[in-house]
């Protein structure tokens, strides 16, 4: 009889072909096992040892633990995306020091702090998932089949083991638990919850003019001492349905908060490139935003005109896509606002400006170096209707946060298909 890994290897080359009857086959060796008493855990020690050594090698590879939970829930099902956490877990046991804190930290967060025996943890997922055999096997071939063919991406920040993965805050991150990030979230988080659309984007935008004066700060305060650090970058999710809306509406929140924007259409996510302070504040806003354009779209539906022909589908797209245009152009107008307010009163007026040209420099560079063959995509209009419901929906207030600009309507027309 074969070993454990030649069983495993033989079943998931033939997963990885197009004989559907040869991987059910190997499927069914996999369940027979080695054929020694204990031949089901050996193949589950089998198992686990490949998908820990696939996980290792994706590290140096860019991809980070929130990256391949995403990714693995995306293309397989929450079944699979949990299997590979108990594999991040263990994989975590004996991982080459040094490890950042960030990085324990998106373990926790995806609960995958501790792993059990090498022998146990296949079995131990599939009794949670209430699993028979021959699912869980499938599953998890699946699941190594994904994790070995993943493609590298850009490295955002230096993974466990390299000498950039020791300091405990990197270009990446930010002072999350400031106070003003706090009333940053309680602005957002009221945004969310009121059903005025008004009082939903007066409060939106008073949390950006707050960013923009906190990004501020933290500008000059880090002109005023000698650090090396390069621009960082996060990962948002642009899941379907309207993935291509939603990474408009990162484009749009990233714009105005002096980062860069790179949509990955197939992995399912926009990279963004910045500094620490904006990233957090792109996160923030994002995140809150994509709640609000939803509330806002759903409620648009209802007030459509009866007798509409359109389908819902495009009539949704083109409401999210004017939004976050819309939004984005408020956005904008707040950090300027906010920008001109600091610059006038900074004690020489010409610190601050030189200081956001450099480090506007510093991220498109990065931007360069990581993305080199970036192209742009042109933003189509398929419904008129929905397009004029979503400009109003993002427009409906008159936001004066220190500019007494009037805001123009979003230039679209109609593709006739």
Known sequence: ??????????????????????????????????????????????????????????????????????????????????????????????????????????LRGLGAAEGGADGSVVAGWASREGLDRADALRTAVDALALVESLPPIAVLRPPPGTNGAAPTRTAGTARSGSPMLDRVRALLAKAESTTFPAEAEALTAKAQELIARHSIDEALLAAGTERGDLPGGVRLSTDTPYAGAKALLVQE?????????????????????????????????????????????????????????????VWDESFLNAFALRIGERLRTATEAATTAADQAAAGT???????????????ERL??????????????????????????????????????????????????
């Not at 990581?370 to 995509?377: A, C, E, K, M, Q």
Request: with cysteine.
């Open 253 to 313: 929140v990233a714009a105005a908060n002096r980062c860069e924007a790179v949509w990955s259409d197939d992995l399912g996510f926009a990279t963004v490139l910045g500094w620490p302070a904006d990233l957090v504040a792109v996160e923030l806003l994002y995140t809150s935003l994509l709640v609000q354009a939803t509330a806002a779209m759903l409620r648009g539906r209802v007030e459509r005109r009866s007798g509409s022909g359109r389908r819902t589908k």
């Open 368 to 417: 360069d170096t990581l993305f080199p063959g970036v192209t742009r995509h042109r933003l189509s209009v398929r419904d008129a209707e929905g397009w004029s419901s979503g400009t109003s929906a993002a427009d409906r207030a008159s936001l004066d946060v220190g500019g007494a600009r009037k805001p123009r309507q979003v230039p679209g027309r109609p593709d006739p298909r």
């Open 1 to 106: 009889m074969p070993d454990a890994d030649e069983l495993v290897a033989n079943a998931l080359a033939a997963v990885r072909g197009t004989d559907v009857r040869q991987a059910e086959r190997q499927l069914d060796h996999l369940m027979v096992g080695t054929g020694a008493a204990d031949g089901s855990t050996a193949v589950d020690a089998a198992l686990l040892r490949r998908l820990v050594r696939g996980l290792g090698r994706l590290w140096p590879r860019g991809w980070q633990p929130v990256d391949v939970d995403r990714i693995t829930g995306r293309r397989l099902d929450g079944r699979a995306a949990r299997l590979v956490r108990a594999a991040m877990a263990a994989q975590r046991r004996d991982q080459a020091e040094p490890v950042p804190a960030w990085w324990d930290d998106q």
């Open 350 to 364: 010409e610190r601050l400006l030189p200081v956001l040209a450099a480090r506007g420099e510093a991220v498109r």
